[in-house]
């Protein structure tokens, strides 16, 4: 196996796999892109952006509620769940953050009682992380300040069409639905 490569352009490499038995040469052509220039600023906007909008609600969260944006984000998903609970596994997927991140944030959540966790009566393995009465008092209080800041730091900045643009532009990076 022979695996050789090639410029066509400056932002695309192509390269030929050649494998050999019985005499035979069979070659396939696989093409990538390298990003252009414009491609990593757009990628680089997106990072900066994320990062700004999120120290703002980080702030904004800790100064007026004593609650982190990943705990804020916790309480909230619990919050949209039914019956305020989800199992460990789905709600990691949901506030992306690894299984021991996230195990280690509910041992938290648990300790000043936001969060309560529960057995799965169906898989003794599973784990629930439920919603206290607590928790859901806290993240009443705390959402105002959370869609505060995420308006005025994203939001206020783009007008009815762009905000539907974006929406579809970031769901399909994300591949997720979003209404146009």
Do not use: K
Request: glycine share 8%; net charge positive; charged share 30%.
């Amino acid at each position: 196996m022979v695996w050789t490569a090639r410029r066509c352009s400056p932002t695309r490499v192509s390269r030929v796999h050649r494998t050999g038995g019985g005499g035979a040469v069979r070659c396939r052509f696989v093409t990538r892109s390298i990003p252009s220039a414009t491609e990593l600023t757009v990628w680089r906007t997106l990072l900066r952006a994320e990062a700004r909008i999120s120290r703002r609600l980080q702030a904004d969260l800790l100064d007026r509620h004593d609650l982190a944006l990943g705990a804020y984000d916790v309480l909230m998903n619990l919050g949209e769940a039914p019956g305020g609970r989800l199992r460990m596994n789905d709600l990691a997927d949901r506030v992306l953050l690894s299984r021991s991140g996230l195990t280690r944030l509910v041992d938290r959540l648990q300790r000043e009682g936001l969060v309560d966790r529960q057995t799965c009566a169906s898989d003794a393995r599973g784990l629930y992380a439920v919603l206290t009465a607590a928790g859901r008092e806290r993240l009443v209080e705390a959402t105002p300040t959370y869609r505060e800041g995420v308006r005025d730091s994203m939001l206020g900045a783009l007008d009815e069409p762009d905000l539907r643009a974006l929406g579809v532009l970031l769901g399909r990076l994300a591949d997720e639905r979003v209404p146009a």
